[in-house]
């Protein structure tokens, strides 16, 4: 009898030691779940960010390949604009001195021979100029421009807006059709600044040519 007591003791000493160990197991069970899930939120959250900065890798490459074509396309303008700056100016300074000479200096069809080629000329770079700045949709000259990104390519705002109404809300260009998307469309206000400017010498061609 006297044995069975320790015995007993000792049983109850031994689950309790168990109860502690499976209690310990379990809070170290816990412990490296939530390590697992605190590694799995670290994972996702590196893989966003990753996705984020290519995402911003290649909308910057869009960017730079629209604008690069945008920069030739503007010197191309730039140029034409010169052009036909430096006609115009010539045309003026030539119909100012015609008007300036003595009478009976000059024979009178000379003079109408001048200022007919001053003006094809002026019309000649005027009409390269134009070629430039119509809209491909319309075949106006550009009202309201708006270029297509990544490629590049320009139509009036009311174009692009039928476009986008013709093709279920999405914007498409023209030129390219399905064959390469849009990601984005924004506003070119060089080439309206440009073509107002065309619209413009061109009421004063029509001046100087009356």
Same mark, same amino acid.
């Given at each position: 009898?006297?044995?069975?007591?320790?015995?007993?003791?000792?049983?109850?000493?031994?689950?309790?030691?168990?109860?502690?160990?499976?209690?310990?197991?379990?809070?170290?069970?816990?412990?490296?779940?939530?390590?697992?899930?605190?590694?799995?939120?670290?994972? !996702? $959250?590196?893989?966003?960010? !990753?996705?984020?900065?290519?995402?911003?890798?290649?909308?910057? =490459?869009?960017?730079?390949?629209? *604008?690069?074509?945008?920069?030739?396309?503007?010197?191309?303008?730039?140029?034409?604009?010169?052009?036909?700056?430096?006609?115009?100016?010539?045309? $003026?300074?030539?119909?100012?001195?015609?008007?300036?000479?003595?009478?009976?200096?000059?024979? *009178?069809?000379?003079?109408?021979?001048?200022?007919?080629?001053?003006?094809?000329?002026?019309?000649?770079?005027?009409?390269?100029?134009?070629?430039?700045?119509? =809209?491909?949709?319309?075949?106006?000259?550009?009202?309201?421009?708006?270029?297509?990104?990544?490629?590049?390519?320009?139509?009036?705002?009311?174009?692009?807006?039928? !476009?986008?109404?013709?093709?279920?809300?999405?914007?498409?260009?023209?030129?390219?059709?399905? *064959?390469?998307?849009?990601?984005?469309?924004?506003?070119?206000?060089?080439?309206?600044?440009?073509?107002?400017?065309?619209?413009?010498?061109?009421?004063?061609? *029509?001046?100087?040519?009356?």
């Amino acid at each position: 009898m006297g044995g069975s007591v320790p015995n007993a003791r000792h049983c109850a000493i031994r689950l309790q030691e168990k109860e502690r160990c499976n209690r310990l197991l379990a809070e170290a069970h816990n412990e490296v779940l939530q390590l697992k899930s605190d590694r799995n939120d670290m994972e !996702a $959250e590196l893989l966003q960010a !990753a996705e984020t900065n290519r995402a911003n890798e290649k909308k910057n =490459c869009e960017l730079e390949l629209a *604008s690069n074509c945008k920069s030739d396309e503007f010197k191309e303008l730039e140029h034409l604009v010169s052009e036909l700056q430096a006609e115009k100016a010539k045309l $003026e300074k030539e119909k100012m001195d015609l008007m300036q000479q003595p009478k009976g200096e000059e024979d *009178s069809s000379e003079v109408q021979k001048k200022l007919k080629g001053a003006v094809a000329k002026l019309r000649n770079a005027q009409e390269a100029m134009e070629g430039v700045l119509t =809209c491909m949709s319309c075949m106006e000259v550009f009202q309201s421009p708006m270029t297509y990104i990544p490629c590049g390519h320009t139509f009036c705002k009311s174009c692009v807006e039928s !476009a986008k109404e013709r093709h279920q809300g999405t914007y498409t260009c023209e030129e390219c059709g399905g *064959s390469r998307p849009v990601k984005s469309v924004t506003s070119n206000s060089l080439i309206d600044e440009i073509a107002g400017k065309f619209v413009y010498q061109k009421q004063v061609l *029509s001046n100087l040519a009356a």
